[in-house]
């Protein structure tokens, strides 16, 4: 598969399209976070081979581990069947949340309400 | 967390507002496919314990397997730092694809352009 099977018109249209991408930890398996990409995200980590996403917040590129040191060396890329999310396997280097914690899922749901 | 913590508003408006849920293989820790939910989705999902979506195509509930028996039963459900991703745990029934495939991450991206 190359970028332009990707579905970037798909889900969301302003201010540019992004697809959601599902960050797993290439040894462990561990879900460690979701960020949105955009062609050129996407383009950028198939380049370089780390992690670059669409910062919503910013509305800019956004290479995870510019700041933090906490970057994603990129080791596989998968599209899923309807083309419009993509899941990453990466090495993380330190931890993925901006909390500190190593995965963003941390907070559990009660099974029970 | 509770449901109220759910972040239900942050992403999509119309016609429902939904949230990205990436589902994961509870035993092999696999991705095996990223659904929306609504408030309505993830309360049944509790209710019940069997993964149930919000249907984008539909515009209606989706219980996954409703009509392919392939019904994905939620062992866990965490919430990410930022309140609007959930990730599931779920034991599946048969295949998560509609393909026919395991898993809907089925299709490699090359990592040279």
């Known amino acids: 598969m190359r970028i332009d099977d990707v579905g970037f018109d798909s889900i969301f249209k302003a201010p540019t399209t992004l697809i959601p991408a599902i960050?797993?930890?290439f040894t462990t398996h561990e879900v460690l976070m979701l960020a949105y990409m955009n062609r050129e995200a996407l383009t950028q980590t198939i380049k370089t081979?780390?992690?670059t996403y669409w910062s919503r917040s910013r509305n800019e590129l956004w290479i995870k581990g510019a700041t933090s040191g906490h970057?994603?060396?990129v080791q596989s890329i998968s599209l899923d069947c309807d083309s419009d999310t993509i899941l990453l396997q990466v090495i993380q280097t330190?931890?993925?949340c901006h909390t500190?914690?190593?995965t963003?899922?941390?907070k559990p749901?009660?099974?029970k309400e």
Chains 1, 2 share one sequence.
């Open 94 to 96: 330190g931890v993925a």
């Open 109 to 111: 749901i009660d099974l």
């Open 23 to 25: 960050v797993q930890d």
């Open 49 to 51: 081979g780390r992690a």
């Open 104 to 106: 963003c899922f941390h």
């Open 71 to 73: 970057f994603q060396d």
């Open 100 to 102: 500190g914690e190593h």
